[in-house]
């Protein structure tokens, strides 16, 4: 028994020694990827600040050959008021950023709020009601989860087009009612967050199955609906292939759809501008992001992002 | 009295389950239901955009499309391209988000700052796959940093050549794949690691057992069901690739280039939408998209239904067995 | 909980804010802003009827402001608002779902790549049905060639664009000895000339042309027959002209008398090389005051952005010898007649129903038909017009900054040569989905190693996916 002990003193020093030089790994590793997941954002923003001659043809004589294309990259400059007027007024760009933000987000918006209330009044049906076909209907929402809007989009254009409803955002903000993720989701959620004891109480009370809901079950909700409401505005945002089949017009171009157009215009080779405009439209997800983080990663633990 | 009360007020309560759903399905109907229909009809006719020809007379052509589609060898293209460029960003994906979480969720190493590096992984996910898509392909065009970087290494020989390796673009794909999505990986990991009885943790370290050991024999077998989870909702997501592909190739200048990084995505919207407008082939070729991702969704069901749950149960069972008798004989 | 709260909320006020703000700014620059949502044939908030106008070059722009200027009285009552999209296959796409739905275009435009397939569709009102007469033998035939359909005259350019080869006097000078444009073009006359060209301007440091695609336009005019055969709808190739071009090509890419062994056309080292180190660029008409002019310059007038009017543009004394490439440049027909583009302009049906039918008629006519306007017009911009009469009052104003760029050369006399040459019978319906076709071909000849029979094959097979109406050989 004295053996086993010192063996096992001596097995600890080693033990000691190989979780730190563990530790050192690890913390290597996780500084090279915090390096890698940031870099192309910097490089973007000191980009935005230059000069198209400077993008093409600067070099460094102190940088070492093999990373002079990169420190280059890293070298801020001043054009970055220049660039942003460019790309926001000049003629031959002329992109309606403006614009753009304010349409992504009443897509964003109108969709986020349509998915997250309807999908909860669904969960909340197939929750509380025992009615005959609760079950296999349950189990057809389930089934559908799988099926992705890419392999209907053609034929989901060809009628909004033959509806009239192109250049329009109803195709966008409405179909969102129907979001069997977040009923499921959600549906899971009330199964933990919710008694039925409440609804008949409700009930004894006097109020109806709506106000019910309305009043006493959504609050109850929030922070579910709060979790899809987050994954389901950035998914709204970065929507982009059928927006880009059905929108027509430059002044409802959503934002995904001008980052299109940067690299789509031909006569432009204003990379200076182009970086500006690449970095408009990531600094306010970057922003919303760093601030909601804790939720988004909370999230995504549960499960969440799975569309 | 009371309970009598309550199931009377039940039974004429739950019609409203109906109404409560209604919403979710109509919309469905109208806006899922019916363009999945409308694919698979489209696809048995000669149909063009209807926007080319508004009167057109759409006539029947059996499982013509299906045929022509499959003998298009740019749709065989897409179809492999699409799984290959998915599978060279999932490798490296999986095995650095199950690294990282196993790291993460060791109790003896104990990383600090944890939530600073969840938080930063996970950055790039969110963004805008269009703007992803732009930037890196400046990156790779001539004049960008990787090109030039290409030619000081000597990898270019002549700086007036494209970076041309047929796998190239794929790579570059997949990087941006494996780079967007590690992070949501280990988070998810972890959450299943966490998920795992500490008490099978403390079982193998009275026993003596390594890091390593515990993390073959104890963690990876209990959270195979999440990772097989996110291999098939991965897989799937990975067939509907369309944003930064789609980025480099009106992007890119190399249409040789654009050609090895095509998606299946990419060539529905090409022939729907461009050229002859031919919309009947186009849903057919998303039929063949259908039936792909069909498949993946049957494999996930399959692999996450009770028989692969009463698996890991027993499993669990098992280990907890062992790590009780290894217990009791240590003591 | 609260936190998130806020954050979302204060993440919508915020997004609302700044499009508001920056909405406010683009007001003035976009002609189209103030009109958004009013349909063609609708009044905007002034009362006047809104044209509805797609495009896709920002020449349209300038060119309907100069119109309004001229035209007091249409101005009062019509005001114009264009959708831009640059991007070809995107432009098509956008125009013909826009012309199906009810908010259509009323008048919209075509580059010659698509002009054909625009003029056949089924909202495309004719010149008959817009009133607008002309008179056949006024016109250079393929302008009106390209546009007919069935027997109907269904649009009209106001370019005819005969393609020339410019080229940098000063090395000439120094690699052929002499920078006169009869004697370059001596050089310049055949292809075998002017591969030999290439080796010697390579010798001297200077690349022959810019990228891969750069004698695409010029080798594809000259095929024996259109990629698709009108009547049959069959595949067509000429395979000796297309090995030909991509052989050429090869050797130069090979040899290193390109700047790019990528298609660079409309792409940053294009640009480069008007400023810098490419000996010759094929271009046309519209190309010389458009694109080369333009873009030879090295500075722009510190690159000022005027909020107001958002130019950016060449100022008209940043044209001056020492700025760039400027005045450095001659013009010659070079070693094979060709043309690149035009500008076909084109009425919809819905414009017939709305009210906007007169506009689209005076717009056409006032670019088009009308020699005095026509001639008012192109004479200030130096391009050239697609009727021959009127060109052969056009002249080379020896103040203008066209003139000073060619170094005193009279760029007409040229034009007016090539022009009549040009002929239909190499384009189709479809020859915007061959042009990107054969862009494949040469990166998979040149760059990526396939044999030259691959390459050519691999051009039917490309466009097989997208143009189903098309026979294909077994």
């Known amino acids: ?307 | 009295m009371a309970s009598s009360f309550k199931t009377r007020a039940k039974l004429e309560k739950n019609h409203f389950g109906y109404i409560f759903i209604a919403p979710f399905f109509i919309t469905y109907f109208i806006f899922q239901l019916v363009p999945l229909i409308d694919t698979f009809r489209f696809a048995m006719t000669d149909a063009v955009a209807w926007y080319l020809k508004p009167n057109q007379d759409i006539s029947f052509k059996g499982f013509e499309n299906f045929k022509d589609v499959l003998a298009d060898p740019n749709f065989r293209d897409a179809f492999g391209n699409t799984p290959l460029m998915w599978i060279m960003g999932f490798i490296p994906q999986i095995g650095l988000a199950l690294l990282l979480a196993s790291w993460f969720t060791n109790e003896k190493i104990r990383v600090k700052g944890q939530g600073f590096f969840k938080v930063i992984f996970y950055m790039p996910n969110i963004m805008t796959a269009t703007t992803i898509g732009m930037l890196f392909y400046t990156f790779i065009n001539r004049n960008g940093f990787i090109h030039n970087f290409c030619v000081s290494i000597g990898y270019i020989k002549d700086p007036r050549y494209p970076i041309s390796s047929p796998t190239f673009g794929r790579s570059v794909i997949a990087f941006i794949n494996f780079w967007m999505w590690y992070g949501q990986t280990m988070i998810v990991l972890i959450a299943g690691i966490m998920g795992i009885n500490p008490s099978f943790f403390e079982a193998a370290s009275i026993d003596g057992a390594s890091g390593w050991q515990t993390f073959w024999k104890i963690t990876m077998p209990l959270v195979r069901p999440i990772m097989t989870y996110s291999l098939v909702t991965s897989l799937i997501g990975g067939f509907q690739m369309f944003d930064v592909p789609n980025m480099f190739a009106t992007g890119s200048n190399n249409s040789a280039f654009s050609h090895q990084i095509t998606t299946i995505v990419m060539y529905i919207k090409r022939v729907g939408s461009t050229g002859s407008m031919s919309v009947s082939s186009a849903c057919a070729a998303s039929v063949y998209l259908f039936i792909a991702t069909g498949i993946c969704s049957l494999v996930l069901f399959w692999l996450m239904s009770d028989r692969a749950e009463a698996k890991a149960k027993r499993l669990e069972k098992k280990r907890a067995k062992e790590a009780a008798l290894l217990e009791g004989g240590d003591l | 909980m609260n936190k998130l709260k806020r954050v979302l909320s204060g993440t919508l006020a915020l997004a609302l804010a700044a499009s508001m703000m920056t909405a406010c700014g683009n007001d003035d620059s976009s002609a189209g802003g103030s009109n958004s949502g009013t349909q063609g044939g609708g009044k905007d908030e002034s009362g006047k009827t809104v044209v509805k106008v797609y495009t896709f070059t920002d020449e349209t722009q300038g060119m309907l402001d100069g119109f309004l200027e001229d035209n007091p009285e249409f101005a009062e009552k019509y005001t114009f608002d264009i959708t831009l999209e640059a991007t070809a296959s995107t432009y098509q796409q956008k125009t013909m779902s826009a012309l199906a739905s009810d908010d259509a275009p009323d008048l919209f435009l075509a580059d010659a790549d698509y002009a054909k397939k625009f003029a056949a569709l089924e909202q495309t009102a004719s010149l008959a049905d817009l009133g607008i007469t002309i008179k056949d033998e006024e016109y250079y035939s393929y302008v009106l060639d390209f546009t007919t359909i069935k027997g109907q005259r269904m649009a009209l350019s106001h370019q005819a664009a005969p393609g020339v080869v410019l080229y940098r006097r000063d090395y000439a000078e120094e690699v052929l000895g002499s920078g006169d444009p009869a004697e370059v073009q001596k050089h310049m006359d055949t292809w075998d000339h002017f591969v030999e060209t290439a080796e010697a301007m390579k010798e001297k440091g200077y690349y022959m042309i810019a990228g891969i695609d750069e004698l695409k336009r010029c080798f594809m005019n000259n095929r024996s027959s259109a990629w698709v055969n009108e009547d049959t709808m069959e595949y067509q190739l000429d395979k000796e002209t297309v090995s030909q071009f991509l052989e050429v090509t090869k050797k130069l890419a090979d040899e290193g008398c390109t700047s790019d062994v990528t298609p660079v056309q409309w792409n940053a080292n294009w640009y480069k090389g008007m400023k810098d180190g490419v000996f010759c660029f094929f271009g046309c008409s519209w190309y010389l005051h458009y694109t080369i002019k333009p873009n030879c310059l090295a500075e722009v007038s510190t690159g000022k952005v005027d909020p107001k009017t958002g130019s950016q543009e060449a100022d008209e004394k940043d044209y001056k010898e020492g700025n760039g490439s400027f005045g450095k440049w001659g013009i010659i027909a070079g070693p094979a007649p060709y043309f690149w583009g035009g500008t076909w302009w084109y009425g919809s049906k819905k414009c017939l129903e709305d009210g906007t039918k007169d506009a689209v008629k005076q717009v056409i006519e006032y670019f088009c038909v009308n020699d005095d306007s026509l001639l008012k017009v192109m004479q200030k911009k130096g391009d050239f017009t697609s009727k021959p009469a009127v060109n052969e009052k056009l002249t080379a104003d020896p103040e203008s900054s066209t003139y000073k760029f060619l170094a005193g050369q009279d760029w007409y006399t040229i034009f007016r040569e090539a022009a009549p040459n040009i002929d239909t019978k190499t384009t189709c319906l479809y020859d915007d989905e061959f042009n990107t076709a054969v862009d494949n071909a040469l990166t998979n000849y040149i760059t990526n190693g396939m044999s030259l029979d691959d390459a050519i094959a691999g051009i039917a097979t490309e466009v097989k996916s997208n143009l189903k109406d098309v026979k294909f050989p077994e």
């Open chain 1, 1 to 307: 028994m004295a053996n086993y002990g010192q063996a096992g003193e001596s097995m600890k020093g080693g033990y000691h020694a190989r979780i730190i030089a563990t530790k050192v790994i690890v913390y290597i590793v996780c500084i090279i990827l915090t390096i890698i997941a940031i870099l192309p954002f910097v490089i973007m923003v000191f980009s935005a600040s230059k000069s198209r001659f400077e993008i093409n043809s600067s070099y460094l004589d102190w940088a070492p050959k093999i990373t002079n294309s990169l420190a280059v990259s890293l070298l801020p400059s001043g054009h970055f008021i220049e660039n942003a007027k460019y790309l926001l007024f000049s003629k031959a760009l002329s992109l309606p950023f403006g614009r753009g933000f304010l349409n992504s987000a009443i897509i964003a918006v109108g969709a986020t709020v349509l998915s997250v209330y309807f999908s909860a009044l669904t969960a909340y049906g197939f929750a509380v009601y025992r009615f005959k076909l609760n079950k296999p209907l349950y189990a057809f929402i389930m089934g559908i989860q799988m099926v992705p809007t890419q392999v209907t989009f053609i034929s989901f254009v060809e009628m909004m087009f033959k509806w009239h409803l192109s250049n329009s955002y109803i195709p966008f903000i409405l179909p969102a009612i129907a979001a069997p993720s977040t009923v499921f989701f959600l549906r899971q959620y009330m199964s933990s967050a919710l008694s039925v004891e409440m609804v008949e109480a409700g009930r004894i009370d006097g109020a109806g199955e709506f106000g019910i809901f309305n009043r006493l079950v959504l609050p109850i909700l929030k922070p579910g609906m709060a979790t899809m409401a987050i994954f389901a505005m950035v998914t709204n945002w970065n929507n982009f292939l059928i927006p880009s089949l059905l929108i027509d017009k430059m002044e409802m171009s959503t934002v995904p759809m001008l980052v299109q157009k940067l690299s789509g215009n031909k006569y432009s080779t204003e990379y200076g501008a182009i970086y500006f405009g690449l970095t408009l439209t990531a600094a306010p997800l970057i922003i919303f992001y760093l601030l909601l983080s804790k939720y988004i990663i909370a999230g995504v633990a549960l499960g969440g992002v799975k569309e």
